[in-house]
């Protein structure tokens, strides 16, 4: 597999010292050299001296801390730079404020032939009452407007949008006065996102891999597909990290594969995999993640996408042809399908073989102990988001509204997974949860049910090296002599050896332990703050007036 990123490896030779170096290869390391694009060494002050004659630039950290870049393994790159540049609704609090804020929105885009925005979550909303498409219509005077909820698996939209959609009514979703999920969904977001313009497209993607850099972030998972976005946006964007500097993007494409032409199809897209957004259910917030009992809140149990034996055709076909499969699974009911489809292919190919494939799960929320043990068992990477269980966990919050509390506690238990070997990547799923590497971890560490918190070592493993395994790369997300040099450079207070609660397995935090320390993420303290982002030894990212000395 090749390395995603916009240039080549940068041929100079750096040293970095006077820092920490957040390193398995010597835990009290202070600097780091870089020679094309790798790490070469790590270790003391006294012995970078050494180097220090010998190489083409010297960086004096001032005690700052280096870390491997994280990688977010969920993202929706243009959706995300639009969220940057177009409305975003999660300041609502009420649906007047919501209007509010898009007929302010509406008057400075007159330009814009379709109107975008995100983040609107009516279950925090009085009466948790969305808005409706005559407020749209009002609101914008007729124009054409789409808003994906939160979660981005139902959307308001305008009747000016709704028009340009042949047989809207017709599709299974459609609802006239309440929102639109499932076909009619995704049938109305691509006539939207059909109307932006090239210039925009880019723009947005540029945008995200911006916003991503300069929070650390040194590669992120793509996850696109026909239900998702377009082919074109997706080459696109691998062509533009491609060309441009900035963090790498490797690239899922969300297609059901029955054969080897399909997966060849996947694979001249510029795919690693057909895995991401592959839809076996939808999501809880708007009632469609796929239950084996009916909502608390809703006298249905969700919506089911794919079968255990389309889910079996599909891991089969990828697995035979050398590509990674995955899904997207929130419920009960999905998560068992999967589990069901991936062993039906396993007892058909061979167990070593599906597990060799690193297949993966995005989300896998609602998991119990018999399906954690069998991801165990057929290798399953759980790709996860810990920042929906701060937006949406708790006895109070939208989980507990849709499935009660007693089942709201068992959702997302990352160390359960972590105990049976699961392996782990993170990400925010981006733009339904914001980009931010280290609010993520602090949310494993301090989940809000307590008995699925990890510590903040482990959380910090799966947000980097956990992000390059699920892709297959076991020589990345570390600084170690040999790896690519993907890091970042931040300006935090001291560093700690953290487990959040006494039931999160501990080791020692003795300094004679050797184990490296990391910032205090307890809930109120002051995230770390980026000053430098690397891809390949290539700079990405330097705030402004705070870099280190050179």
Known sequence: MTDSTAAQADTHTVLLRGGDIHSPADPFATAM??????VAWVGSEGAADAFAKGVDEVIDLEGALVTPAF??????TTSTGLSLTGLDLSPARTPAGALALLRVHAASRPA????????????AWPGERPLSRTELDEATGGRPVYLPRVDVH????????????????????YHSDAPLTGAAHHAVRAAAHAAITPHQRAEAQRAARRRAASLGIGAMHECGGPDISDEEDFTGLLRLAAEEPGPRVFG?????????????RITELG?????????????????TACLHEPYADDAHTGSAHLDAAGIAAHVTACTEAGLQAGFHAIGDAAITAVVEGVRAAAEKLGLPRVRAARHRVE???????????????LGLTASVQPAFDAAWGGDDGMYAQRLGAERARTLNPYAALLRAGVPLAFGSDSPVTALGPWATVRAAAFHRTPEHRVSVRAAFAAHTRGGWRAIGRDDAGALVPGAPADYAVWRTADLVVQAPDDRVARWSTDPRSGTPGLPDLTPGAELPVCLRTVVFGQTVFTRPDERPNE
Do not use: C, N, Q
Not at 71 to 76: E, F, G, L, Q, S
Not at 155 to 173: E, N, W, Y
Not at 271 to 287: E, R, T
């Open 252 to 264: 899922y494409w969300a297609d059901r594969v029955g054969d080897a032409k399909e997966a060849r």
């Open 71 to 76: 990688t977010d393994a969920h993202v929706h």
């Open 363 to 377: 989300h896998a929320e609602m998991l119990t102990p018999e399906t954690i043990a069998a991801f165990a068992e």
């Open 154 to 173: 139902s959307a308001v939209a305008s009747t000016a949008l709704l028009d340009m959609v042949p047989r809207i009514t017709a599709l299974p979703g």
């Open 271 to 287: 795919a690693i995999g057909a895995a991401g957004d592959l839809f076996v259910d939808g999501s809880l917030g708007s009632h």
């Open 33 to 38: 050299v870089v020679e094309r694009g790798h």
């Open 112 to 123: 814009d032939r379709v109107l975008l925005g995100h983040g609107w979550d009516a279950s």
